[in-house]
């Protein structure tokens, strides 16, 4: 069983939709999750942090992260094509500064 | 402020060479982690070193190694190179607290082994 799952997708949204992109981890004690995007021939760059059970809105995202389930999803609002990218779900495994990423989900949002 | 930089930003190499790869971190951190980003298998954690020292080691051979410099810099060294190990380097550097950290990333260094 890999450490962090996702769904390799592509998902295809039609513009103004809502995304929803899901994740699982293996780690019970895992503490930390996050979620970045990562263009086509460019780095990860992050969307959002979630630290305890719930949900955290930030604008058009929303993560949420139900560790009883070892589950963390996100929701992007209103979807528009600067969207499709690549989300990776990333949960800090370990000591120190470890991160351990899914393998993505390819996220299409077309007009 | 100035990002993570990572130099060089391409490179090609032919199989048995060595290469070194650089990384300067925000200022003020003080965690810096490489990772290896391959279609095949996505971001892999190779090493992370927090002042001067190795804090965490993935599992990825003896070929590859790092450093860390006392103004925070770091670089990575593989040796011996092999064509699987062409790939994205990406550097990412923290404050250094552990667990529960932003980790910001650098460009990355594309290497393609020939």
């Known amino acids: 069983q890999k450490e962090v799952e996702q769904n390799s997708g592509p998902l295809s949204v039609p513009e103004g939709a809502i995304a929803s992109l899901n994740c699982t981890y293996s780690d019970r004690v895992s503490q930390s999750f996050f979620w970045y995007r990562q263009y086509s021939g460019k780095s990860p760059e992050l969307i959002m942090s979630i630290y305890s059970n719930g949900d955290k809105e930030d604008g058009r995202f929303t993560a949420q992260l139900n560790k009883a389930s070892q589950y963390v999803s996100l929701l992007i609002r209103d979807s528009q094509p600067s969207d499709s990218a690549t989300y990776l779900c990333a949960v800090f495994t370990g000591g120190g500064n470890k991160l351990t990423f899914g393998t993505g989900t390819q996220l299409k949002v077309e007009l | 402020k100035a990002g993570v930089t990572q130099t060089p930003r391409y490179l090609i190499k032919t199989r048995g060479q060595q290469v070194t790869l650089s990384c300067s971190p925000i200022?003020?951190?003080?965690?810096v982690s490489w990772y290896q980003q391959t279609p095949g298998q996505g971001l892999q954690f190779l090493f992370e070193y927090f002042s001067e020292t190795q804090r965490n080691k993935g599992n990825f051979p003896g070929r590859f190694s790092g450093r860390q410099f006392s103004n925070s810099r770091s670089e990575m060294n593989v040796s011996t190179l092999e064509l699987g190990d062409s790939a994205l380097y990406l550097c990412?550097?923290?404050?250094?607290?552990?667990?529960?950290?932003?980790?910001?990333f650098g460009a990355g260094s594309r290497l393609t082994v020939l």
């Open positions: 990412a550097s923290s404050t250094g607290a552990s667990g529960a950290n932003v980790l910001t």
């Open positions: 200022s003020g951190h003080r965690s």
